[in-house]
């Protein structure tokens, strides 16, 4: 499968100047993780916005005892952090690195500064970022929606990050084994005693179960 090259990082930083961008990349540190490493935790207070330069992270709410709900899965250029940046609140979730991966971090403070030494640059990135935040949103209260109307129920698996291309409204297309494709925006992986089946809604906005087993390739469609 091909890597998703639907970057965020290029939505946060969009109409930036050069000049304007290398200053702001100036408040940036880097930061390594091992796979499984742990990079915030639920309801811990933070105040850090999170870029994946490198790797995977996912997101998980502790449900009940051992628990835990996967909410969503930040690959390579991605945003996370973003609700407890903007208001110092505590963590809705933790963070956990999926494999070996590098993050570029910005904390609250630093962009303050930057946004009172460069007020024009802090308008677009302020606009930048509750878009990409209102988006996400957006995209999730649509999948939820149209999972009620098809009478489906929201999974998600970790192998082709189906929670990404739901969220994110990623166009797909699916190649099967019998050589045909089919192209639309993921609304669901269900299970049923016949093993996992893909539900996408097709071009015609009719909905389409494709048995897992029958995938060859999720590519996204640009």
């Given amino acids: 499968m091909n890597t998703i090259d639907h970057l965020e990082k290029r939505r946060l930083f969009d109409q930036l100047t050069e000049e304007e961008l290398n200053r702001f990349m100036e408040k940036f540190r880097k930061e390594s993780f091992k796979a499984g490493a742990l990079v915030f935790k639920e309801n811990d ?4 916005l999170y870029v994946v330069a490198k790797g995977t992270v996912s997101m998980k709410k502790h449900i009940t005892g051992d628990v835990e709900k996967k909410l969503f899965i930040a690959q390579e250029g991605l945003i996370f952090g973003e609700f407890s940046f903007l208001d110092s609140g ?4 933790s963070a956990f ?4 991966t590098d993050l570029l971090c910005l904390e609250r403070s630093d962009f303050d500064t930057f946004i009172l030494e460069n007020p024009g640059a802090g308008a677009k990135l302020y606009k930048n970022l509750i878009n990409i935040i209102v988006k996400r949103l957006r995209r999730t209260n649509e999948a939820y929606r149209d999972a009620i109307r098809w ?4 999974t998600g698996t970790p192998t082709l990050n189906f929670h990404y291309l739901i969220t994110e409204d990623v166009d797909v297309c699916i190649e099967l084994t019998s050589n045909r494709t089919i192209e639309g925006k993921v609304l669901q992986l269900e299970t049923s005693d016949a093993g996992y089946q893909v539900i996408i809604i097709d071009r015609d906005g009719k909905p389409v179960i494709i048995p897992y087993h029958a995938v060859v390739s999720v590519t996204s469609v640009q």
């Fill in 97 to 100: 690195a999926e494999e070996d």
């Fill in 90 to 93: 505590i963590r809705s979730a």
């Fill in 45 to 48: 207070v933070g105040s850090t």
């Fill in 151 to 154: 009478g489906l129920d929201l």
